[in-house]
């Protein structure tokens, strides 16, 4: 059975750096595109990163030129290096694969929080 299991979120001042860590079991990181996603209070969970199997990568515009997304498939991990992080980034943030509505399973997501 697949699992999705984000970590290395923490609180963080603005300007701060974070790197997330998403480990997934079994073939699913090596055979399908994934992405990073993350969900502010009261909102809806939005798309944040992409990366597909040949690595290509796409960010929503409000992360531009400060968040990274990178996989390993030999460690079956998907990695988000969060650089110059503004309040607005806080949020938990979840990985899957993209399209997100393959498996029809969220893991339990790591809260970041940036603020002063």
């Known amino acids: 059975q697949v699992q999705l299991v984000e970590s290395g979120g923490g609180l963080v001042q603005p300007g701060g750096s974070l790197r997330l860590s998403c480990a997934a079991s079994?073939?699913?990181?090596?055979?399908?595109?994934m992405g990073w996603y993350r969900q502010a209070p009261g909102k809806q969970r939005d798309l944040v990163a992409i990366?597909?199997?040949?690595?290509?990568?796409h960010y929503v515009e409000s992360v531009k030129g400060r968040f990274t997304i990178s996989r390993d498939n030999a460690k079956n991990t998907v990695y988000l290096q969060m650089n110059n992080l503004k309040p607005e980034d806080t949020a938990v943030y979840y990985c899957?694969?993209?399209?997100?509505?393959?498996?029809?399973?969220w893991g339990q997501g790591t809260q970041v929080t940036v603020s002063s």
């Open positions: 079994g073939s699913i990181l090596s055979r399908n595109a």
């Open positions: 899957n694969l993209y399209p997100s509505d393959q498996l029809g399973y």
């Open positions: 990366i597909g199997t040949d690595s290509g990568t």
